[in-house]
């Protein structure tokens, strides 16, 4: 399996963004272009098109922490994407970027038969979320080799600390971006 370090779009939007994502800026991109990695060796052969999808579905997935300071960021990030997509030549893909955004945290697999990238999304996001425990199929040694290309930079620290934060402010509520 092929890392690819050559991801234009996503680098383009994180640009963007670089000063709303501040000191988390590296641990996020990081997490994008481990993401993005997985989504390539679960989806298999795709088009450059598909390729770019991905990336700004990659770019926009959790900008909802930053954009809004929420950890009920999928709305925002959303909302973040769809915008995007609407404005840079992605109208007729911003419904599925949407929904691999807003569906990244589901529970449940989600098959969409006429957007089979929201689900490679889903499980791509998995991996890295669970620090390459749950591997969806994919070896080992590629998900270290993803790992170690970009390290984690304290993303996942970010991830526990903001949990912590939700967790004590609505106990009730602990998790509002996970969806089934």
Not at 66 to 91: C, K, M
């Given at each position: 399996?092929?890392?690819?370090?050559?991801?234009?779009?996503?680098?383009?939007?994180?640009?963007?963004?670089?000063?709303?994502?501040?000191?988390?800026?590296?641990?996020?991109?990081?997490?994008?272009?481990?993401?993005?990695?997985?989504?390539?060796?679960?989806?298999?052969?795709?088009?450059?098109?598909?390729?770019?999808?991905?990336?700004?579905?990659?770019?926009?997935?959790?900008?909802?922490?930053?954009?809004?300071?929420?950890?009920?960021?999928?709305?925002?990030?959303?909302?973040?994407?769809?915008?995007?997509?609407?404005?840079?030549?992605?109208?007729?893909?911003?419904?599925?970027?949407?929904?691999?955004?807003?569906?990244?945290?589901?529970?449940?697999?989600?098959?969409?038969?006429?957007?089979?990238?929201?689900?490679?999304?889903?499980?791509?996001?998995?991996?890295?979320?669970?620090?390459?425990?749950v591997?969806?199929?994919?070896p080992?040694?590629?998900?270290?080799?993803?790992?170690?290309?970009?390290?984690?930079?304290?993303f996942?620290?970010?991830?526990?600390?903001l949990?912590?934060?939700?967790?004590?402010?609505?106990?009730?509520?602990?998790?509002?971006?996970?969806?089934?």
């Amino acid at each position: 399996m092929e890392i690819t370090t050559d991801l234009p779009r996503l680098d383009a939007i994180l640009a963007v963004w670089a000063d709303r994502l501040g000191p988390d800026a590296q641990g996020y991109g990081n997490h994008c272009r481990r993401m993005l990695q997985f989504c390539f060796a679960l989806a298999g052969p795709l088009s450059p098109r598909q390729r770019e999808l991905l990336q700004v579905a990659a770019a926009f997935h959790d900008l909802g922490i930053w954009s809004d300071h929420t950890v009920d960021y999928i709305p925002p990030s959303v909302r973040e994407a769809r915008a995007y997509a609407l404005a840079n030549g992605f109208a007729a893909e911003a419904e599925e970027i949407a929904l691999m955004v807003g569906t990244h945290h589901q529970v449940r697999a989600d098959q969409v038969p006429q957007f089979p990238l929201v689900e490679v999304f889903r499980r791509a996001d998995l991996v890295d979320f669970s620090l390459g425990l749950v591997r969806q199929g994919l070896p080992r040694a590629f998900i270290r080799a993803v790992k170690l290309t970009w390290p984690n930079a304290g993303f996942h620290r970010l991830l526990m600390r903001l949990t912590w934060r939700q967790l004590k402010a609505e106990p009730l509520r602990p998790l509002p971006m996970m969806k089934w």
